[in-house]
């Protein structure tokens, strides 16, 4: 049975930073590429990152360029994002996915595997 399974969320303050982390199993995760979407009140989920199965290349959606940080660990099968200067705008839940599809942006009708979602709350 395939788990993801994400971590590290809670509520902070705008301009502090927070990891998330995804943790995969039941599924050979080096084979998967890896993203990030989110999903705000109100709003449908959208991807913010993304990174290939083996790590060397990343996406990110525009407006989070330069403050989210996607970085994987094939050896513990999980998958990370740093964020950086948290904005209120950026609170959301945080769901990670897994996909054998890669490109520049990751449909979600692409993800094969979701986690729960981890909530991520920004007060300012």
């Known amino acids: 049975q395939v788990q993801l399974l994400e971590s590290g969320g809670g509520s902070v303050q705008a301009g502090d930073s927070l990891s998330l982390s995804c943790a995969a199993s039941?599924?050979?995760?080096?084979?998967?590429?890896m993203s990030w979407f989110r999903q705000a009140p109100g709003k449908e989920r959208e991807f913010v990152s993304g990174?290939?199965?083996?790590?060397?290349?990343?996406a990110y959606e525009a407006s989070v360029k330069g403050r989210f940080i996607i970085y994987r660990d094939n050896a513990k099968d999980t998958v990370y994002l740093q964020i950086l200067n948290l904005k209120p705008e950026d609170t959301a839940v945080y769901y990670c996915?897994?996909?054998?599809?890669?490109?520049?942006?990751?449909?979600?009708?692409?993800?094969?595997?979701w986690g729960q979602g981890t909530q991520v709350t920004i007060s300012s």
């Open positions: 039941g599924l050979t995760f080096s084979n998967f590429a």
């Open positions: 990174i290939n199965r083996f790590g060397n290349l990343r």
């Open positions: 996915g897994a996909s054998t599809y890669w490109g520049d942006h990751i449909p979600q009708e692409e993800i094969r595997y």
